[in-house]
């Protein structure tokens, strides 16, 4: 049997594929996933990865995979099923009807499936389907750790060196359980210097960092990545905020020179009772939305950056209430100006968030919306690296990030 032939015993589009997958390369994917998903009655299966500035799906080639063109994100029925995290029915004629299906890693989007029946699929194929476009997923994360073809697909652009360090630095973009969901963005994509982001969830607890590197290019994405690094061995190794803070600090103190520090958020929130808490190293402050209204948490003046500081940073406390949405993001956001030096602002980034999140939109989509607002501000021309992440707690809106 090769990689992509299917068992002439299994009836089981699951099992067929699960059982291909153990021996498969990379670039075999897309023509292995159409010819096992023609047990689901699928006569046509194309795989959709997002760009890096999720602009854009773009299809995986393979032998035998029908050619399709680039779609937009924005304005098209398989964007649609990516935006809104749902399944897209679209009849383009009589003997051709298809199903739009997101993929998913967890709760993080990776792109689309777009699979196509002769006849209209039953509710049952429906099901199988999605089910079968998960295992999809899980196959795509799986061979993108060991091979360059989904990254490479991805690029729409050059990516700069100091990128490629900080993409490969990062969580998943998005995760979610039944008790918070978390998403992060950053741009320019393409061209990101100084800014990252990090996160754990852990037992009763999150853990999150929001970074700005100093500088631009390389020398901030070193800096970035030895920040990273010593914040996950100080969170690994259970130390409290202050004391991880200080790991960090010092990390940097003595391995760059005076001129380079860092600004950063540390933040713990505790999952059972919603109790946030802490370390401002000269970033701006975390910001609440509760409901409609921003809510500012109680005033705590901020440290000094992180290569900077003399003592144990001092750490922040609130309490969250149900519903709560946490806001840590860099000062690109806030500080992106118009050309006719207009800030966005606190208020314009809460406001776009509560209206995104009155409208039904999830909380990557939101992010991925704000972005693409950020820019627009600044007519596409970003002055600074600019980095975000959001935390939902006890939303209830968690379900609305599954198919």
Known sequence: MTDAAVDPTSTDPLRSLLRASHLLAADQLPATVQTHARLLGARETVLYLADYEQATLLPLPGPGVPERQELAIDGTMAGRAFRRVEVIRSAVREASHRLWIPLLNGVERLGVVEMVFATAPTRAVDDDARVFASLVAELVVVNDAYSDAFTRLRRRKTLSLAAEIQWELLPPLSFGTHRVVITGALE?????????????????????????????GLPAAFLASAAVGTYRHARRDMLDLPDMAQAVNDVIATHF???????AVLARLDLDTGRLRWVNAGHPPPLILRGGSLVQPPHC????PLGLQDRKAICCETRLEPGDRVLLHTDGITEARSPDGEF???????????????????????????????LAHQADQLQDD??????????????????
């Open 386 to 403: 600019a980095s975000i992440v959001f935390l939902e707690w006890l939303t209830g809106d968690e379900e609305g990030l599954q198919v």
């Open 301 to 304: 003046p901020p440290d000094r």
């Open 344 to 374: 966005f602002g606190e208020q314009r980034l809460a406001d776009f968030v509560t209206t995104a999140t009155a409208a039904g939109d999830p909380a990557p989509e939101t992010m991925r919306r704000l972005m693409r607002s950020v």
């Open 257 to 263: 020179t005076g001129s380079q520090f860092a600004t």
């Open 188 to 216: 320019p994509a393409y061209d990101i210097g100084g800014d990252t982001f990090d996160y754990a969830v852990t037992g009763d607890h999150a853990d999150l960092l929001v970074l700005d590197s100093v500088g631009h």
